[in-house]
Every structure is written in C-alpha cells, then in structure tokens.
T-cell receptor, first 116, second 112 residues
C-alpha cells in the first residue's frame, strides 16, 4: 500500500538558516510523483516543488530544493535562507498508481516555526 | 480567471442531516480529489475521480458520497452515517498525475 511518512511533527529554525523537512514514502509502483505543499494558517494549500520518480536531478525552485534519494525512498525538502513567512505547515505528497488509477496521498505534515 | 472554487466557506448543520459541499473547477482538469483535515492533522483522502462518471474510494470514504456527472464538478455529500463530520474539507484538481494539484479554499463544516 502507498504511504507517506513525515516523522517531524514540529521544527524550529532561525531566520536566514537552512532547514530540512523529512519525508519517506512507500510504493511498489515504478512511476510516481512526489510533491511538497505549504499550508499557512489561512488554510490555503500552496504548491512548492515536484520530483518525478525518473528524474535524475534533484528538483529546485528558488529557495526550495528536494533531496531525492530513490533507493532510500526519501524526498526531503530543503528550505535555504529561512524567512519569517516560511512559518507554516508543510506536507509531502505522492501520486502513484493504486492498481486501477492514480491517487494523490499526503503525509501528516511538519509544522515549521521560523524564529527571528 | 481559472481556478477551483469551494462553497460555502463555513457550513453549520445539525446532527443527523446530510450536507453537500460544492467543488467546481474551470481548469479543464481530469482528476479531482476530496480530502478531510482535522486540527493539526494531515490530509486524508476521501474520494477521488480521474474521469467523468467514475470515482474511487479513498482511505476514509465511509459516511461520504460523491458524484462526477460533469468534468468541472465533484460535489461531496457528508451523510448522517459519518460519525464525526466536523472538519475542514479540501477539494483539489490536477491535470495529470505528474502535475501539481490545485486546491480550493476549503469548507469548514461544523455539525452541532
């Protein structure tokens, strides 16, 4: 069965420092996609970054990069130069084939607090 | 402007009543999803649909029902069989399995 695991319920980081949010996944499918989303206290979901299972390079989007280690089934999000506005809930997600169609599942999230 | 719209933003219902949450998208996306989020929790998949007139149960489908009669619309009904329906409900759509999902603003349902 497909599963996303985020083991860090909460994280603190100092402003301007880098932080890594952990994500491991489980799927038997060879073709899948991994996503990270940010959810501020307002509740909206903001897409951050995508990594395809066949992509050899780690994805990067501005201050966000995805540390993709396929053999370890991990897809950690790295935020460089943290800003106060980065304080939010962060979700890792995976799109994978469930035998009949694709489904998109999420982890339990990591609450990031950026301290001045 | 293209996007995904959920309505209403806040909904109150009495226990034992069915309630339908609306989700409409004009992005021409094939895939649509419904999630439930409880305070401090992740998103749990209720139902999903990849094409019109076809949908699958997610991890917590009991007490919920959906329909997909049009590509643009994927309404979710919370039935009286759902034991703990008070939650934040999010609808999403995506073009393919390899593109990001776009989310609505969510509906916060309170059952009293």
């Amino acid at each position: 069965a497909q599963k996303i695991t985020q083991t860090q319920p909460g994280m603190f980081v100092q402003e301007k420092e880098a932080v890594t949010l952990d994500c491991t996944y489980d799927t038997s499918d060879q073709s899948y996609g991994l996503f990270w989303y940010k959810q501020p206290s307002s509740g909206e979901m903001i897409f951050l970054i995508y990594q395809g299972s066949y992509d050899e390079q780690n994805a990067t989007e501005g201050r966000y990069s995805l540390n993709f280690q396929k053999a370890r089934k991990s897809a950690n999000l790295v935020i460089s130069a943290s800003q106060l506005g980065d304080s939010a809930m962060y979700f890792c997600a995976m799109s994978a084939w469930d035998g009949a169609t694709n489904k998109l599942i999420f982890g339990t999230g990591t609450l990031l607090a950026v301290q001045p | 402007d293209g996007g995904i719209t959920q309505s209403p933003k806040y909904l109150f219902r009495k226990e034992g009543q069915n309630v339908t949450l609306s989700c409409e998208q004009n992005l021409n996306h094939d895939a649509m999803y419904w999630y439930r989020q409880d305070p401090g929790q992740g998103l749990r998949l209720i139902y999903y649909s990849q094409i019109v007139n076809d949908f699958q149960k997610g991890d917590i489908a009991e007490g919920y029902s959906v329909s997909r009669e049009k590509k643009e619309s994927f309404p979710l009904t919370v039935t009286s069989a759902q034991k703990n329906p008070t939650a934040f409900y999010l609808c999403a759509s995506s073009l393919t399995e390899n593109t990001e999902a776009f989310f609505g603003q969510g509906t916060r349902l309170t059952v009293v």
